[in-house]
């Protein structure tokens, strides 16, 4: 149980477009769901906080015009990546808190995003 | 200063021996402490939630969690080439939705 299904698993784009990631909680309900970015060899940085039905919260120099999130409903949030340049190439994941009378986090298996 | 401090290795062990991987922290208000395995290009999975100090086991898998010294570490026992993966310490000050503080991660290779 406590599945996040994150779609896509890989995308390339080119420069300037923008690109959609889903993160889907399969068996719970997401109240609240985290963005992360890593790269290569690095761990995971926390950008955004989205709750279900609010505005996310960004975490400082995160550009919140460029990672637009929304969080439409308890089992989906979105983070689209605007105007998207080759230094926005990472790995996104999302995660969400386990449902309540459990305990930790658990995540998306994560979306490489790759700009050219 | 990071807020946690993690080895990113890469450490490699033969199959079999004891692993012993390890973070320290500076933030005295962190109360719950989390392992997580990453394999290449997936998301992190759940191996071990522990709160406050002492110890959890689960499997081949010990947590210990030293408060005073900031300091935690998970032991794998028995250690299996499907091990082979990065391993990252989390933590949080509270249980509800706050945001985790991760180490960096520790690439480890078991050799079969």
């Known amino acids: 149980g406590a599945v996040v299904s994150q779609h896509p698993s890989r995308v390339i784009c080119k420069s300037g477009t923008s690109v959609k990631i889903e993160c889907r909680s399969l068996d719970f309900q997401a109240t609240t769901m985290f963005w992360y970015r890593q790269f290569p060899k690095q761990s995971l940085m926390l950008m955004a906080t989205?709750?279900?039905?609010?505005?996310?919260?960004?975490e400082q120099g995160v550009e919140k015009d460029k990672f637009l999130i929304n969080h439409a409903s308890l089992t989906l949030s979105t983070l689209t990546v605007t105007s998207a340049h080759p230094e926005d190439s990472s790995f996104y994941i999302c995660s969400a808190r386990v449902a309540r009378g459990r305990l930790g986090y658990t995540f998306g298996s994560g979306t490489r995003l790759t700009v050219v | 200063q990071k807020e946690v401090e993690q080895d990113p290795g890469p450490l490699s062990v033969p199959e079999g021996a004891i692993v012993s991987l390890n973070c320290t922290y500076s933030?005295?208000?962190?109360?719950?402490f989390m392992w997580y395995r990453q394999y290449s290009r997936k998301g992190p999975e759940l191996l071990m939630y522990?709160?406050?100090?002492g110890n959890k086991e689960d499997g081949r898998f010990t947590a210990q969690v030293d408060k005073s010294s900031k300091y935690i570490s998970l032991f794998i026992r028995d250690s299996q080439p499907s091990d082979s993966a990065t391993y990252l310490c989390?933590?949080?000050?509270?249980?509800?939705?706050?945001?985790?503080?991760f180490g960096t991660g520790t690439r480890l290779t078991i050799i079969p």
């Open positions: 989205s709750n279900e039905g609010s505005k996310a919260t960004y």
């Open positions: 933030n005295s208000a962190f109360q719950y």
């Open positions: 522990t709160y406050s100090s």
């Open positions: 989390a933590m949080s000050a509270s249980h509800g939705n706050e945001k985790l503080t």
